[in-house]
C-alpha cells in the first residue's frame, strides 16, 4: 500500500502547522516530513512534533549533509527515533554550493562520495560499533591526534534508522538506489520517470544488498481538487521556472538538466533564457503545460485520481502532498480526499 505523507515546510507557519499536522494524523495520514534550508533547523521542530503526535512516522526531507559531521547526523536520527518512539527516518541531501558555501562556509566538494561515507557511518553508529572510518571525506578518529574509537553511549530504539537521499543526477539516483533505503527526487513526472532515471536506478538496484529491501520512491507534489484549480497551477508552474530557470549557476543547474532528460531540451533552455534575463513571467509560461501539469495534483476529482493512479503505477510507494487549499478545513479535507485515491 503506497504511504500518503505530508510536508512542513521549512517557511511555514510552525505553531499552525503542528496544530494541523494532529489533525492530518487523524484524518490518516502516514508520514510528516520537516524541510530544512537556510531556516529554522528542522531538528528542533520534529522533537516538537513526536511529543504532540502518536503514530505518523516522521521524517527529515531533507537535512544537509554539509553543515554537520555524520557522526552528529547518526546522534540526531537516534535521538529523534528515540523520543518519537521508533517513528523517525532520515531524509539526507547535498544542498547546494549557493547555501553550503554561501550560508555555512563550507566547500562544497564530492556530494556523492561524502554521502556515501556518511550513510556508512551513521548505520556503524546506530549498530552501536566503535567508529573507525577511513574514508575521502572523513577519517574517524582524526589520524596522528588524541582522539579514539567510541561507540555510542546510549542503546537505540533500532539498530537500523532507515535513510532517504535526495537526488536527481543519474549518478546520484544510481548511488541512492544502491546504499539507500529510499529515494526523493523532484519534480517527479510519472510517465518519463523511467526515462529520465531508469537506467540509473537499475544500475544501482543491480549492487543493492537484499538486506535493504526495496526502495521507497518518496515524491511531493502539490494538491488541490475542485474550484480554484487553475491559480494553483500557475503558482506550481512560476515555482518550477524558478528551479529550472533560476537555480544555481547557467551551466550548474540540475533542474534544468532533468528537463532536457525528460525531453524539454529547448523548452529548458529558452526558460532559463528568459529567467536570469529577469523575465520571469515569460519563463513560467514557456513551460510546457503537460511537464508542468503532470508534476502536480491539480485539477478536478477524475483527474486528480487519474494522476494519483499514474503515480503509483509507475513506482511511487510514499506520496507526499503538498495541499494547496488556503483554509485549516480545507488542507484537511485535502488530506482526507487524498487518502480516499490510494
Request: proline share 6%.
Amino acid at each position: 500500500m503506497t504511504r500518503l505523507g505530508i510536508t512542513v515546510d521549512y517557511a511555514d507557519d510552525f505553531a499552525r502547522s503542528a496544530t494541523e499536522v494532529t489533525e492530518f494524523e487523524r484524518a490518516g495520514i502516514d508520514v510528516v516530513a520537516v524541510a530544512e534550508a537556510y531556516s529554522f533547523d528542522a531538528v528542533s521542530r520534529l522533537g516538537y512534533l513526536a511529543a504532540i503526535t502518536e503514530r505518523v512516522t516522521l521524517m527529515s526531507a531533507i537535512l544537509p549533509v554539509y553543515s554537520r559531521t555524520p557522526a552528529l547526523i547518526a546522534m540526531t536520527a537516534a535521538g529523534l527515533d528515540s523520543v518519537s518512539g521508533g517513528r523517525f527516518e532520515l531524509g539526507l541531501g547535498s544542498s547546494g554550493a549557493q547555501v553550503v558555501e554561501g550560508f555555512h562556509g563550507v566547500p562544497f566538494t564530492a556530494p556523492l562520495g561524502r554521502q556515501r561515507e556518511i550513510v556508512e557511518i551513521c548505520r556503524a553508529v546506530w549498530r552501536r560499533e566503535r567508529l573507525e572510518h577511513s574514508g575521502v571525506s572523513y577519517q574517524i578518529p582524526l589520524p596522528g591526534g588524541l582522539g579514539k574509537p567510541l561507540k555510542l553511549i546510549n542503546d537505540p530504539v533500532r539498530a537500523g534508522i532507515p535513510i532517504a537521499l535526495a537526488s536527481l543526477t543519474p549518478k546520484a539516483v544510481e548511488q541512492t538506489a544502491e546504499i539507500a533505503d529510499g529515494w526523493l527526487p523532484l519534480f517527479y513526472h510519472p510517465a518519463k520517470s523511467a526515462e529520465a532515471w531508469g537506467d540509473a536506478l537499475a544500475a544501482g538496484t543491480a549492487r543493492r544488498s537484499p538486506d535493504l529491501g526495496p526502495l521507497d520512491v518518496i515524491v511531493t507534489v502539490p494538491f488541490h481538487v475542485g474550484p480554484g484549480a487553475e491559480l494553483a497551477l500557475q503558482g506550481h508552474r512560476e515555482r518550477m521556472a524558478l528551479y529550472v530557470g533560476g537555480m544555481g549557476a547557467r551551466t550548474a543547474n540540475f533542474y534544468n538538466d532533468l528537463a532536457v532528460r525528460y525531453g524539454y531540451a529547448d523548452e529548458a533552455a529558452r526558460v532559463q533564457e528568459l529567467y536570469l534575463a529577469g523575465e520571469k513571467d515569460a519563463a513560467a509560461a514557456a513551460l510546457p503545460d503537460d511537464l508542468v501539469r503532470d508534476t502536480a495534483l491539480i485539477g478536478t476529482e477524475s483527474e486528480v485520481r487519474e494522476r494519483v493512479a499514474a503515480f503509483v503505477e509507475s513506482g511511487v510507494t510514499t506520496l507526499m502532498i503538498a495541499p494547496l487549499a488556503p483554509t485549516r478545513e480545507g488542507r484537511v479535507a485535502a488530506v482526507e480526499a487524498a487518502r480516499a485515491m490510494l
